[in-house]
């Protein structure tokens, strides 16, 4: 009971192996009484370690496969690479550039990418630059195709759902298996109701950049305790959990009114894994001084500096919840989001052998991509 079986990257059921095929472990591994937890799954993050992913540079797939290669070592298995709202051209340049493949030596898994904006509203467009903003025009979901150019590798996309036409845009994102997130948004409770009635599941980085909840009409944040959500259906919210972007206390409050919605996101800038000092999040400059990132010269947060691991961290600390729900909400749920919670997210027989070694801190030690080894805090602690 207390071993993990791995065949061909999949978590393996050893009853079939020692009944059927009277076999027995080539390799054996003891775990040193670490926690066995399922790889995390980030579903937004902006960049990292001086790479941002909407800028459209020459070398966009190698800064892609560095920071995929560098989050191994936060325990992140596979990820979104998000763009904030650009200029055309970059989405034209950068979305060619970004395929769906499996993680392993090289780097985490990309499940696909996480377009923020450009249909979001112009007073809760935190740190996303106002001149690039869009709206819906007569064919909406045409508008959508043209300003992305191609939805061949697009996972999820955020919009601001009391825009006029958005029903019928969140429709057509849906019919295509396309997750849509509710976010940088002055949207109302009937207007996120009615969202999600057609077919939008996710809220993004809850609670920023969003109407503040108000008891007499709740808005988006409602959703978390709405009975006007489809029967069977799970509203999942990011949170960033890096002590910053939200209070504790709100944090505690979301996650007991609606815990089993909880998806730790990091909504990491390149500035991740740096120096403090200037560095860019998409069009414009930011600033990050301690764990704190701002738009150069104002105090808008603009993404974070945190790593899953920490975040992961933060949250069993401020909600003193299980272990097991805090890695719940940065492996399971985001897997349940994107409907791959039968491959990843989970240790169960026949998933995908994407899992951690973390000590009682929850401090990541060992990386496993389809039960490879890929990343190892080695014996000095580097």
């Known amino acids: 009971r207390e071993d993990l079986w791995v065949r ?19 390799i054996q591994l003891d775990c040193k009484d670490s926690i066995i937890a399922p790889g995390f799954i980030d579903v937004q993050i902006n960049g990292g370690f001086g790479v941002d ?48 493949r499996n993680g392993g030596a090289h780097g985490a898994g990309i499940l696909g990418v996480h377009l923020e904006g450009p249909f979001i509203s112009k007073e809760k467009k935190g740190a996303h630059p106002e001149h690039c903003l869009r709206t819906f025009e007569a064919g909406a979901f045409q508008d959508l195709l043209a300003t992305y150019g191609s939805l061949d590798c697009v996972r999820i996309v955020t919009l601001a759902p009391e825009m006029k036409r958005s029903s019928e845009v969140i429709r057509e994102l849906t019919k295509r298996g396309i997750c849509v997130s509710l976010g940088h948004s002055v949207a109302n409770l009937s207007q996120a109701e009615e969202a999600v009635q ?3 599941t996710f809220i993004t980085h809850l609670f920023n950049a969003m109407l503040p909840f108000h008891h007499r009409d709740p808005g988006i944040v409602g959703l978390l305790t709405s009975d006007k959500i489809p029967a069977g259906r799970t509203v999942f ?78 949250f069993q600390e401020a909600t003193g919840c299980s272990v097991e ?54 014996a000095l602690g580097m």
């Open 8 to 26: 061909e990257g999949k978590i393996l059921n050893p009853e079939k192996l020692f009944f059927d095929e009277k076999g027995s472990a080539d």
């Open 53 to 100: 992913f909407s800028l459209a540079t020459d070398d966009f797939k190698s800064g892609i496969d560095l920071v995929g290669q560098k989050i191994l070592s936060h325990g992140v298995t596979s990820f979104c690479p998000t763009l904030v709202t650009s200029p055309l051209s970059v989405y034209h340049q950068v979305l060619p550039q970004i395929s769906v």
């Open 198 to 200: 057609h077919g939008a």
């Open 237 to 314: 919210y990011g949170m960033i959990s890096d002590g910053i972007h939200t209070n504790p206390a709100a944090l505690r409050i979301a996650h007991r009114a609606h815990p089993k919605g909880l998806v730790l996101v990091t909504d990491a800038i390149a500035g991740m894994g740096l120096a403090p000092g200037r560095h860019t999040l998409g069009q414009q400059v930011v600033e990050i001084d301690g764990l704190n990132t701002y738009i150069a010269g104002t105090k808008t947060l603009s993404g974070s500096v945190a790593t899953m691991d920490t975040c992961v961290r933060h």
């Open 325 to 378: 729900t805090a890695l719940e909400a940065a492996s399971l749920h985001p897997a349940q989001l994107l409907g791959i919670e039968h491959k990843k997210g989970t240790l169960n027989y026949d998933s995908d052998a994407d899992f951690l070694m973390l000590n009682d801190g929850l401090y990541v030690q060992a990386t496993y991509i389809a039960g490879e080894e890929v990343w190892r805090q080695d």
